[in-house]
């Protein structure tokens, strides 16, 4: 089955301490993007990668970090999380470079920092 | 710039009824439009989109939505509404203006859609 999983689902933490959200895809997609929503703000893209050791930085960029070392690969990383990284993320994949394609979107990461 | 805006953050509609969400765009160039349907506690998903060609275009479960270029406009309709079209409703567009801009897709704010029974 074509999925975009993450990983883990739900995440309570504290200030400072760094954690990585991982995502999967098993559709052999070039690119991936990471975003978090926020209630009344919708999508805020962080990071993309058009393919492998290939990032750039979407919107919202600041106190995340990303690596793409694999094709089917591509971990959110926060150094020092602070409270307002709460949010839900969502990871997603398409083919192509998203020039005409569409995304497939994780089942979402909702993380708290306290 | 790129951007869009969903202006309505709710729409209600008796079931049976048609059914509108609204959305208008900025961009630079010509536009890659989207529109995606998020079911609670589910990722997105991909209803239609607007690449060139025919304005109207039609989608998943019914769904269709209309290019006005004069507009700026990418409204989502469905001709009669169901109960389980309710759902938060995005709208994205991505600028092919320029390869700078080739790769990042901007969603509107979302529209929750009620269908009343």
């Known amino acids: 089955e074509a999925q975009v999983t993450q990983n883990p689902r739900y995440l309570i933490t504290v200030t400072g301490k760094k954690l990585t959200v991982t995502c999967s895809q098993n559709?052999?997609?070039?690119?991936m993007s990471w975003y978090r929503q926020d209630p009344g703000l919708g999508l805020r893209q962080i990071y993309y990668s058009m393919n492998v050791e290939v990032t750039d930085k979407g919107d919202v960029p600041e106190g995340y970090k990303v690596s793409r070392k694999e094709k089917r690969n591509f971990p959110l990383i926060l150094e020092s999380p602070s409270p307002n990284q709460t949010s839900l993320y969502f990871c997603a994949s398409s083919s192509q470079g998203i020039r005409t394609d569409t995304q497939y979107f994780g089942p979402g990461t909702r993380l708290t920092v306290l | 710039a790129q951007s869009v805006a969903q202006p309505e953050d709710q729409v209600n509609v008796a079931e049976g009824n048609p059914l509108t969400v609204k959305c208008t765009y900025s961009v630079s160039g010509n536009p890659y439009l989207f529109w995606y349907v998020q079911y609670p506690n589910r990722g997105l998903q991909f209803l239609l989109k607007y690449i060139t060609g025919d304005n109207l275009v039609k989608g998943s479960y019914g769904f269709e939505a209309e290019f006005n270029k004069s507009q700026t406009s990418f409204h989502l309709k469905k001709p009669s509404a169901l109960v389980s079209d309710s759902a938060l409703y995005f709208c994205a567009v991505r600028d092919i203006a320029g390869y700078s801009s080739a790769s990042k897709i901007i969603f509107g704010s979302g529209t929750r859609l009620s269908i009343r029974p």
């Open positions: 559709m052999n997609h070039e690119y």
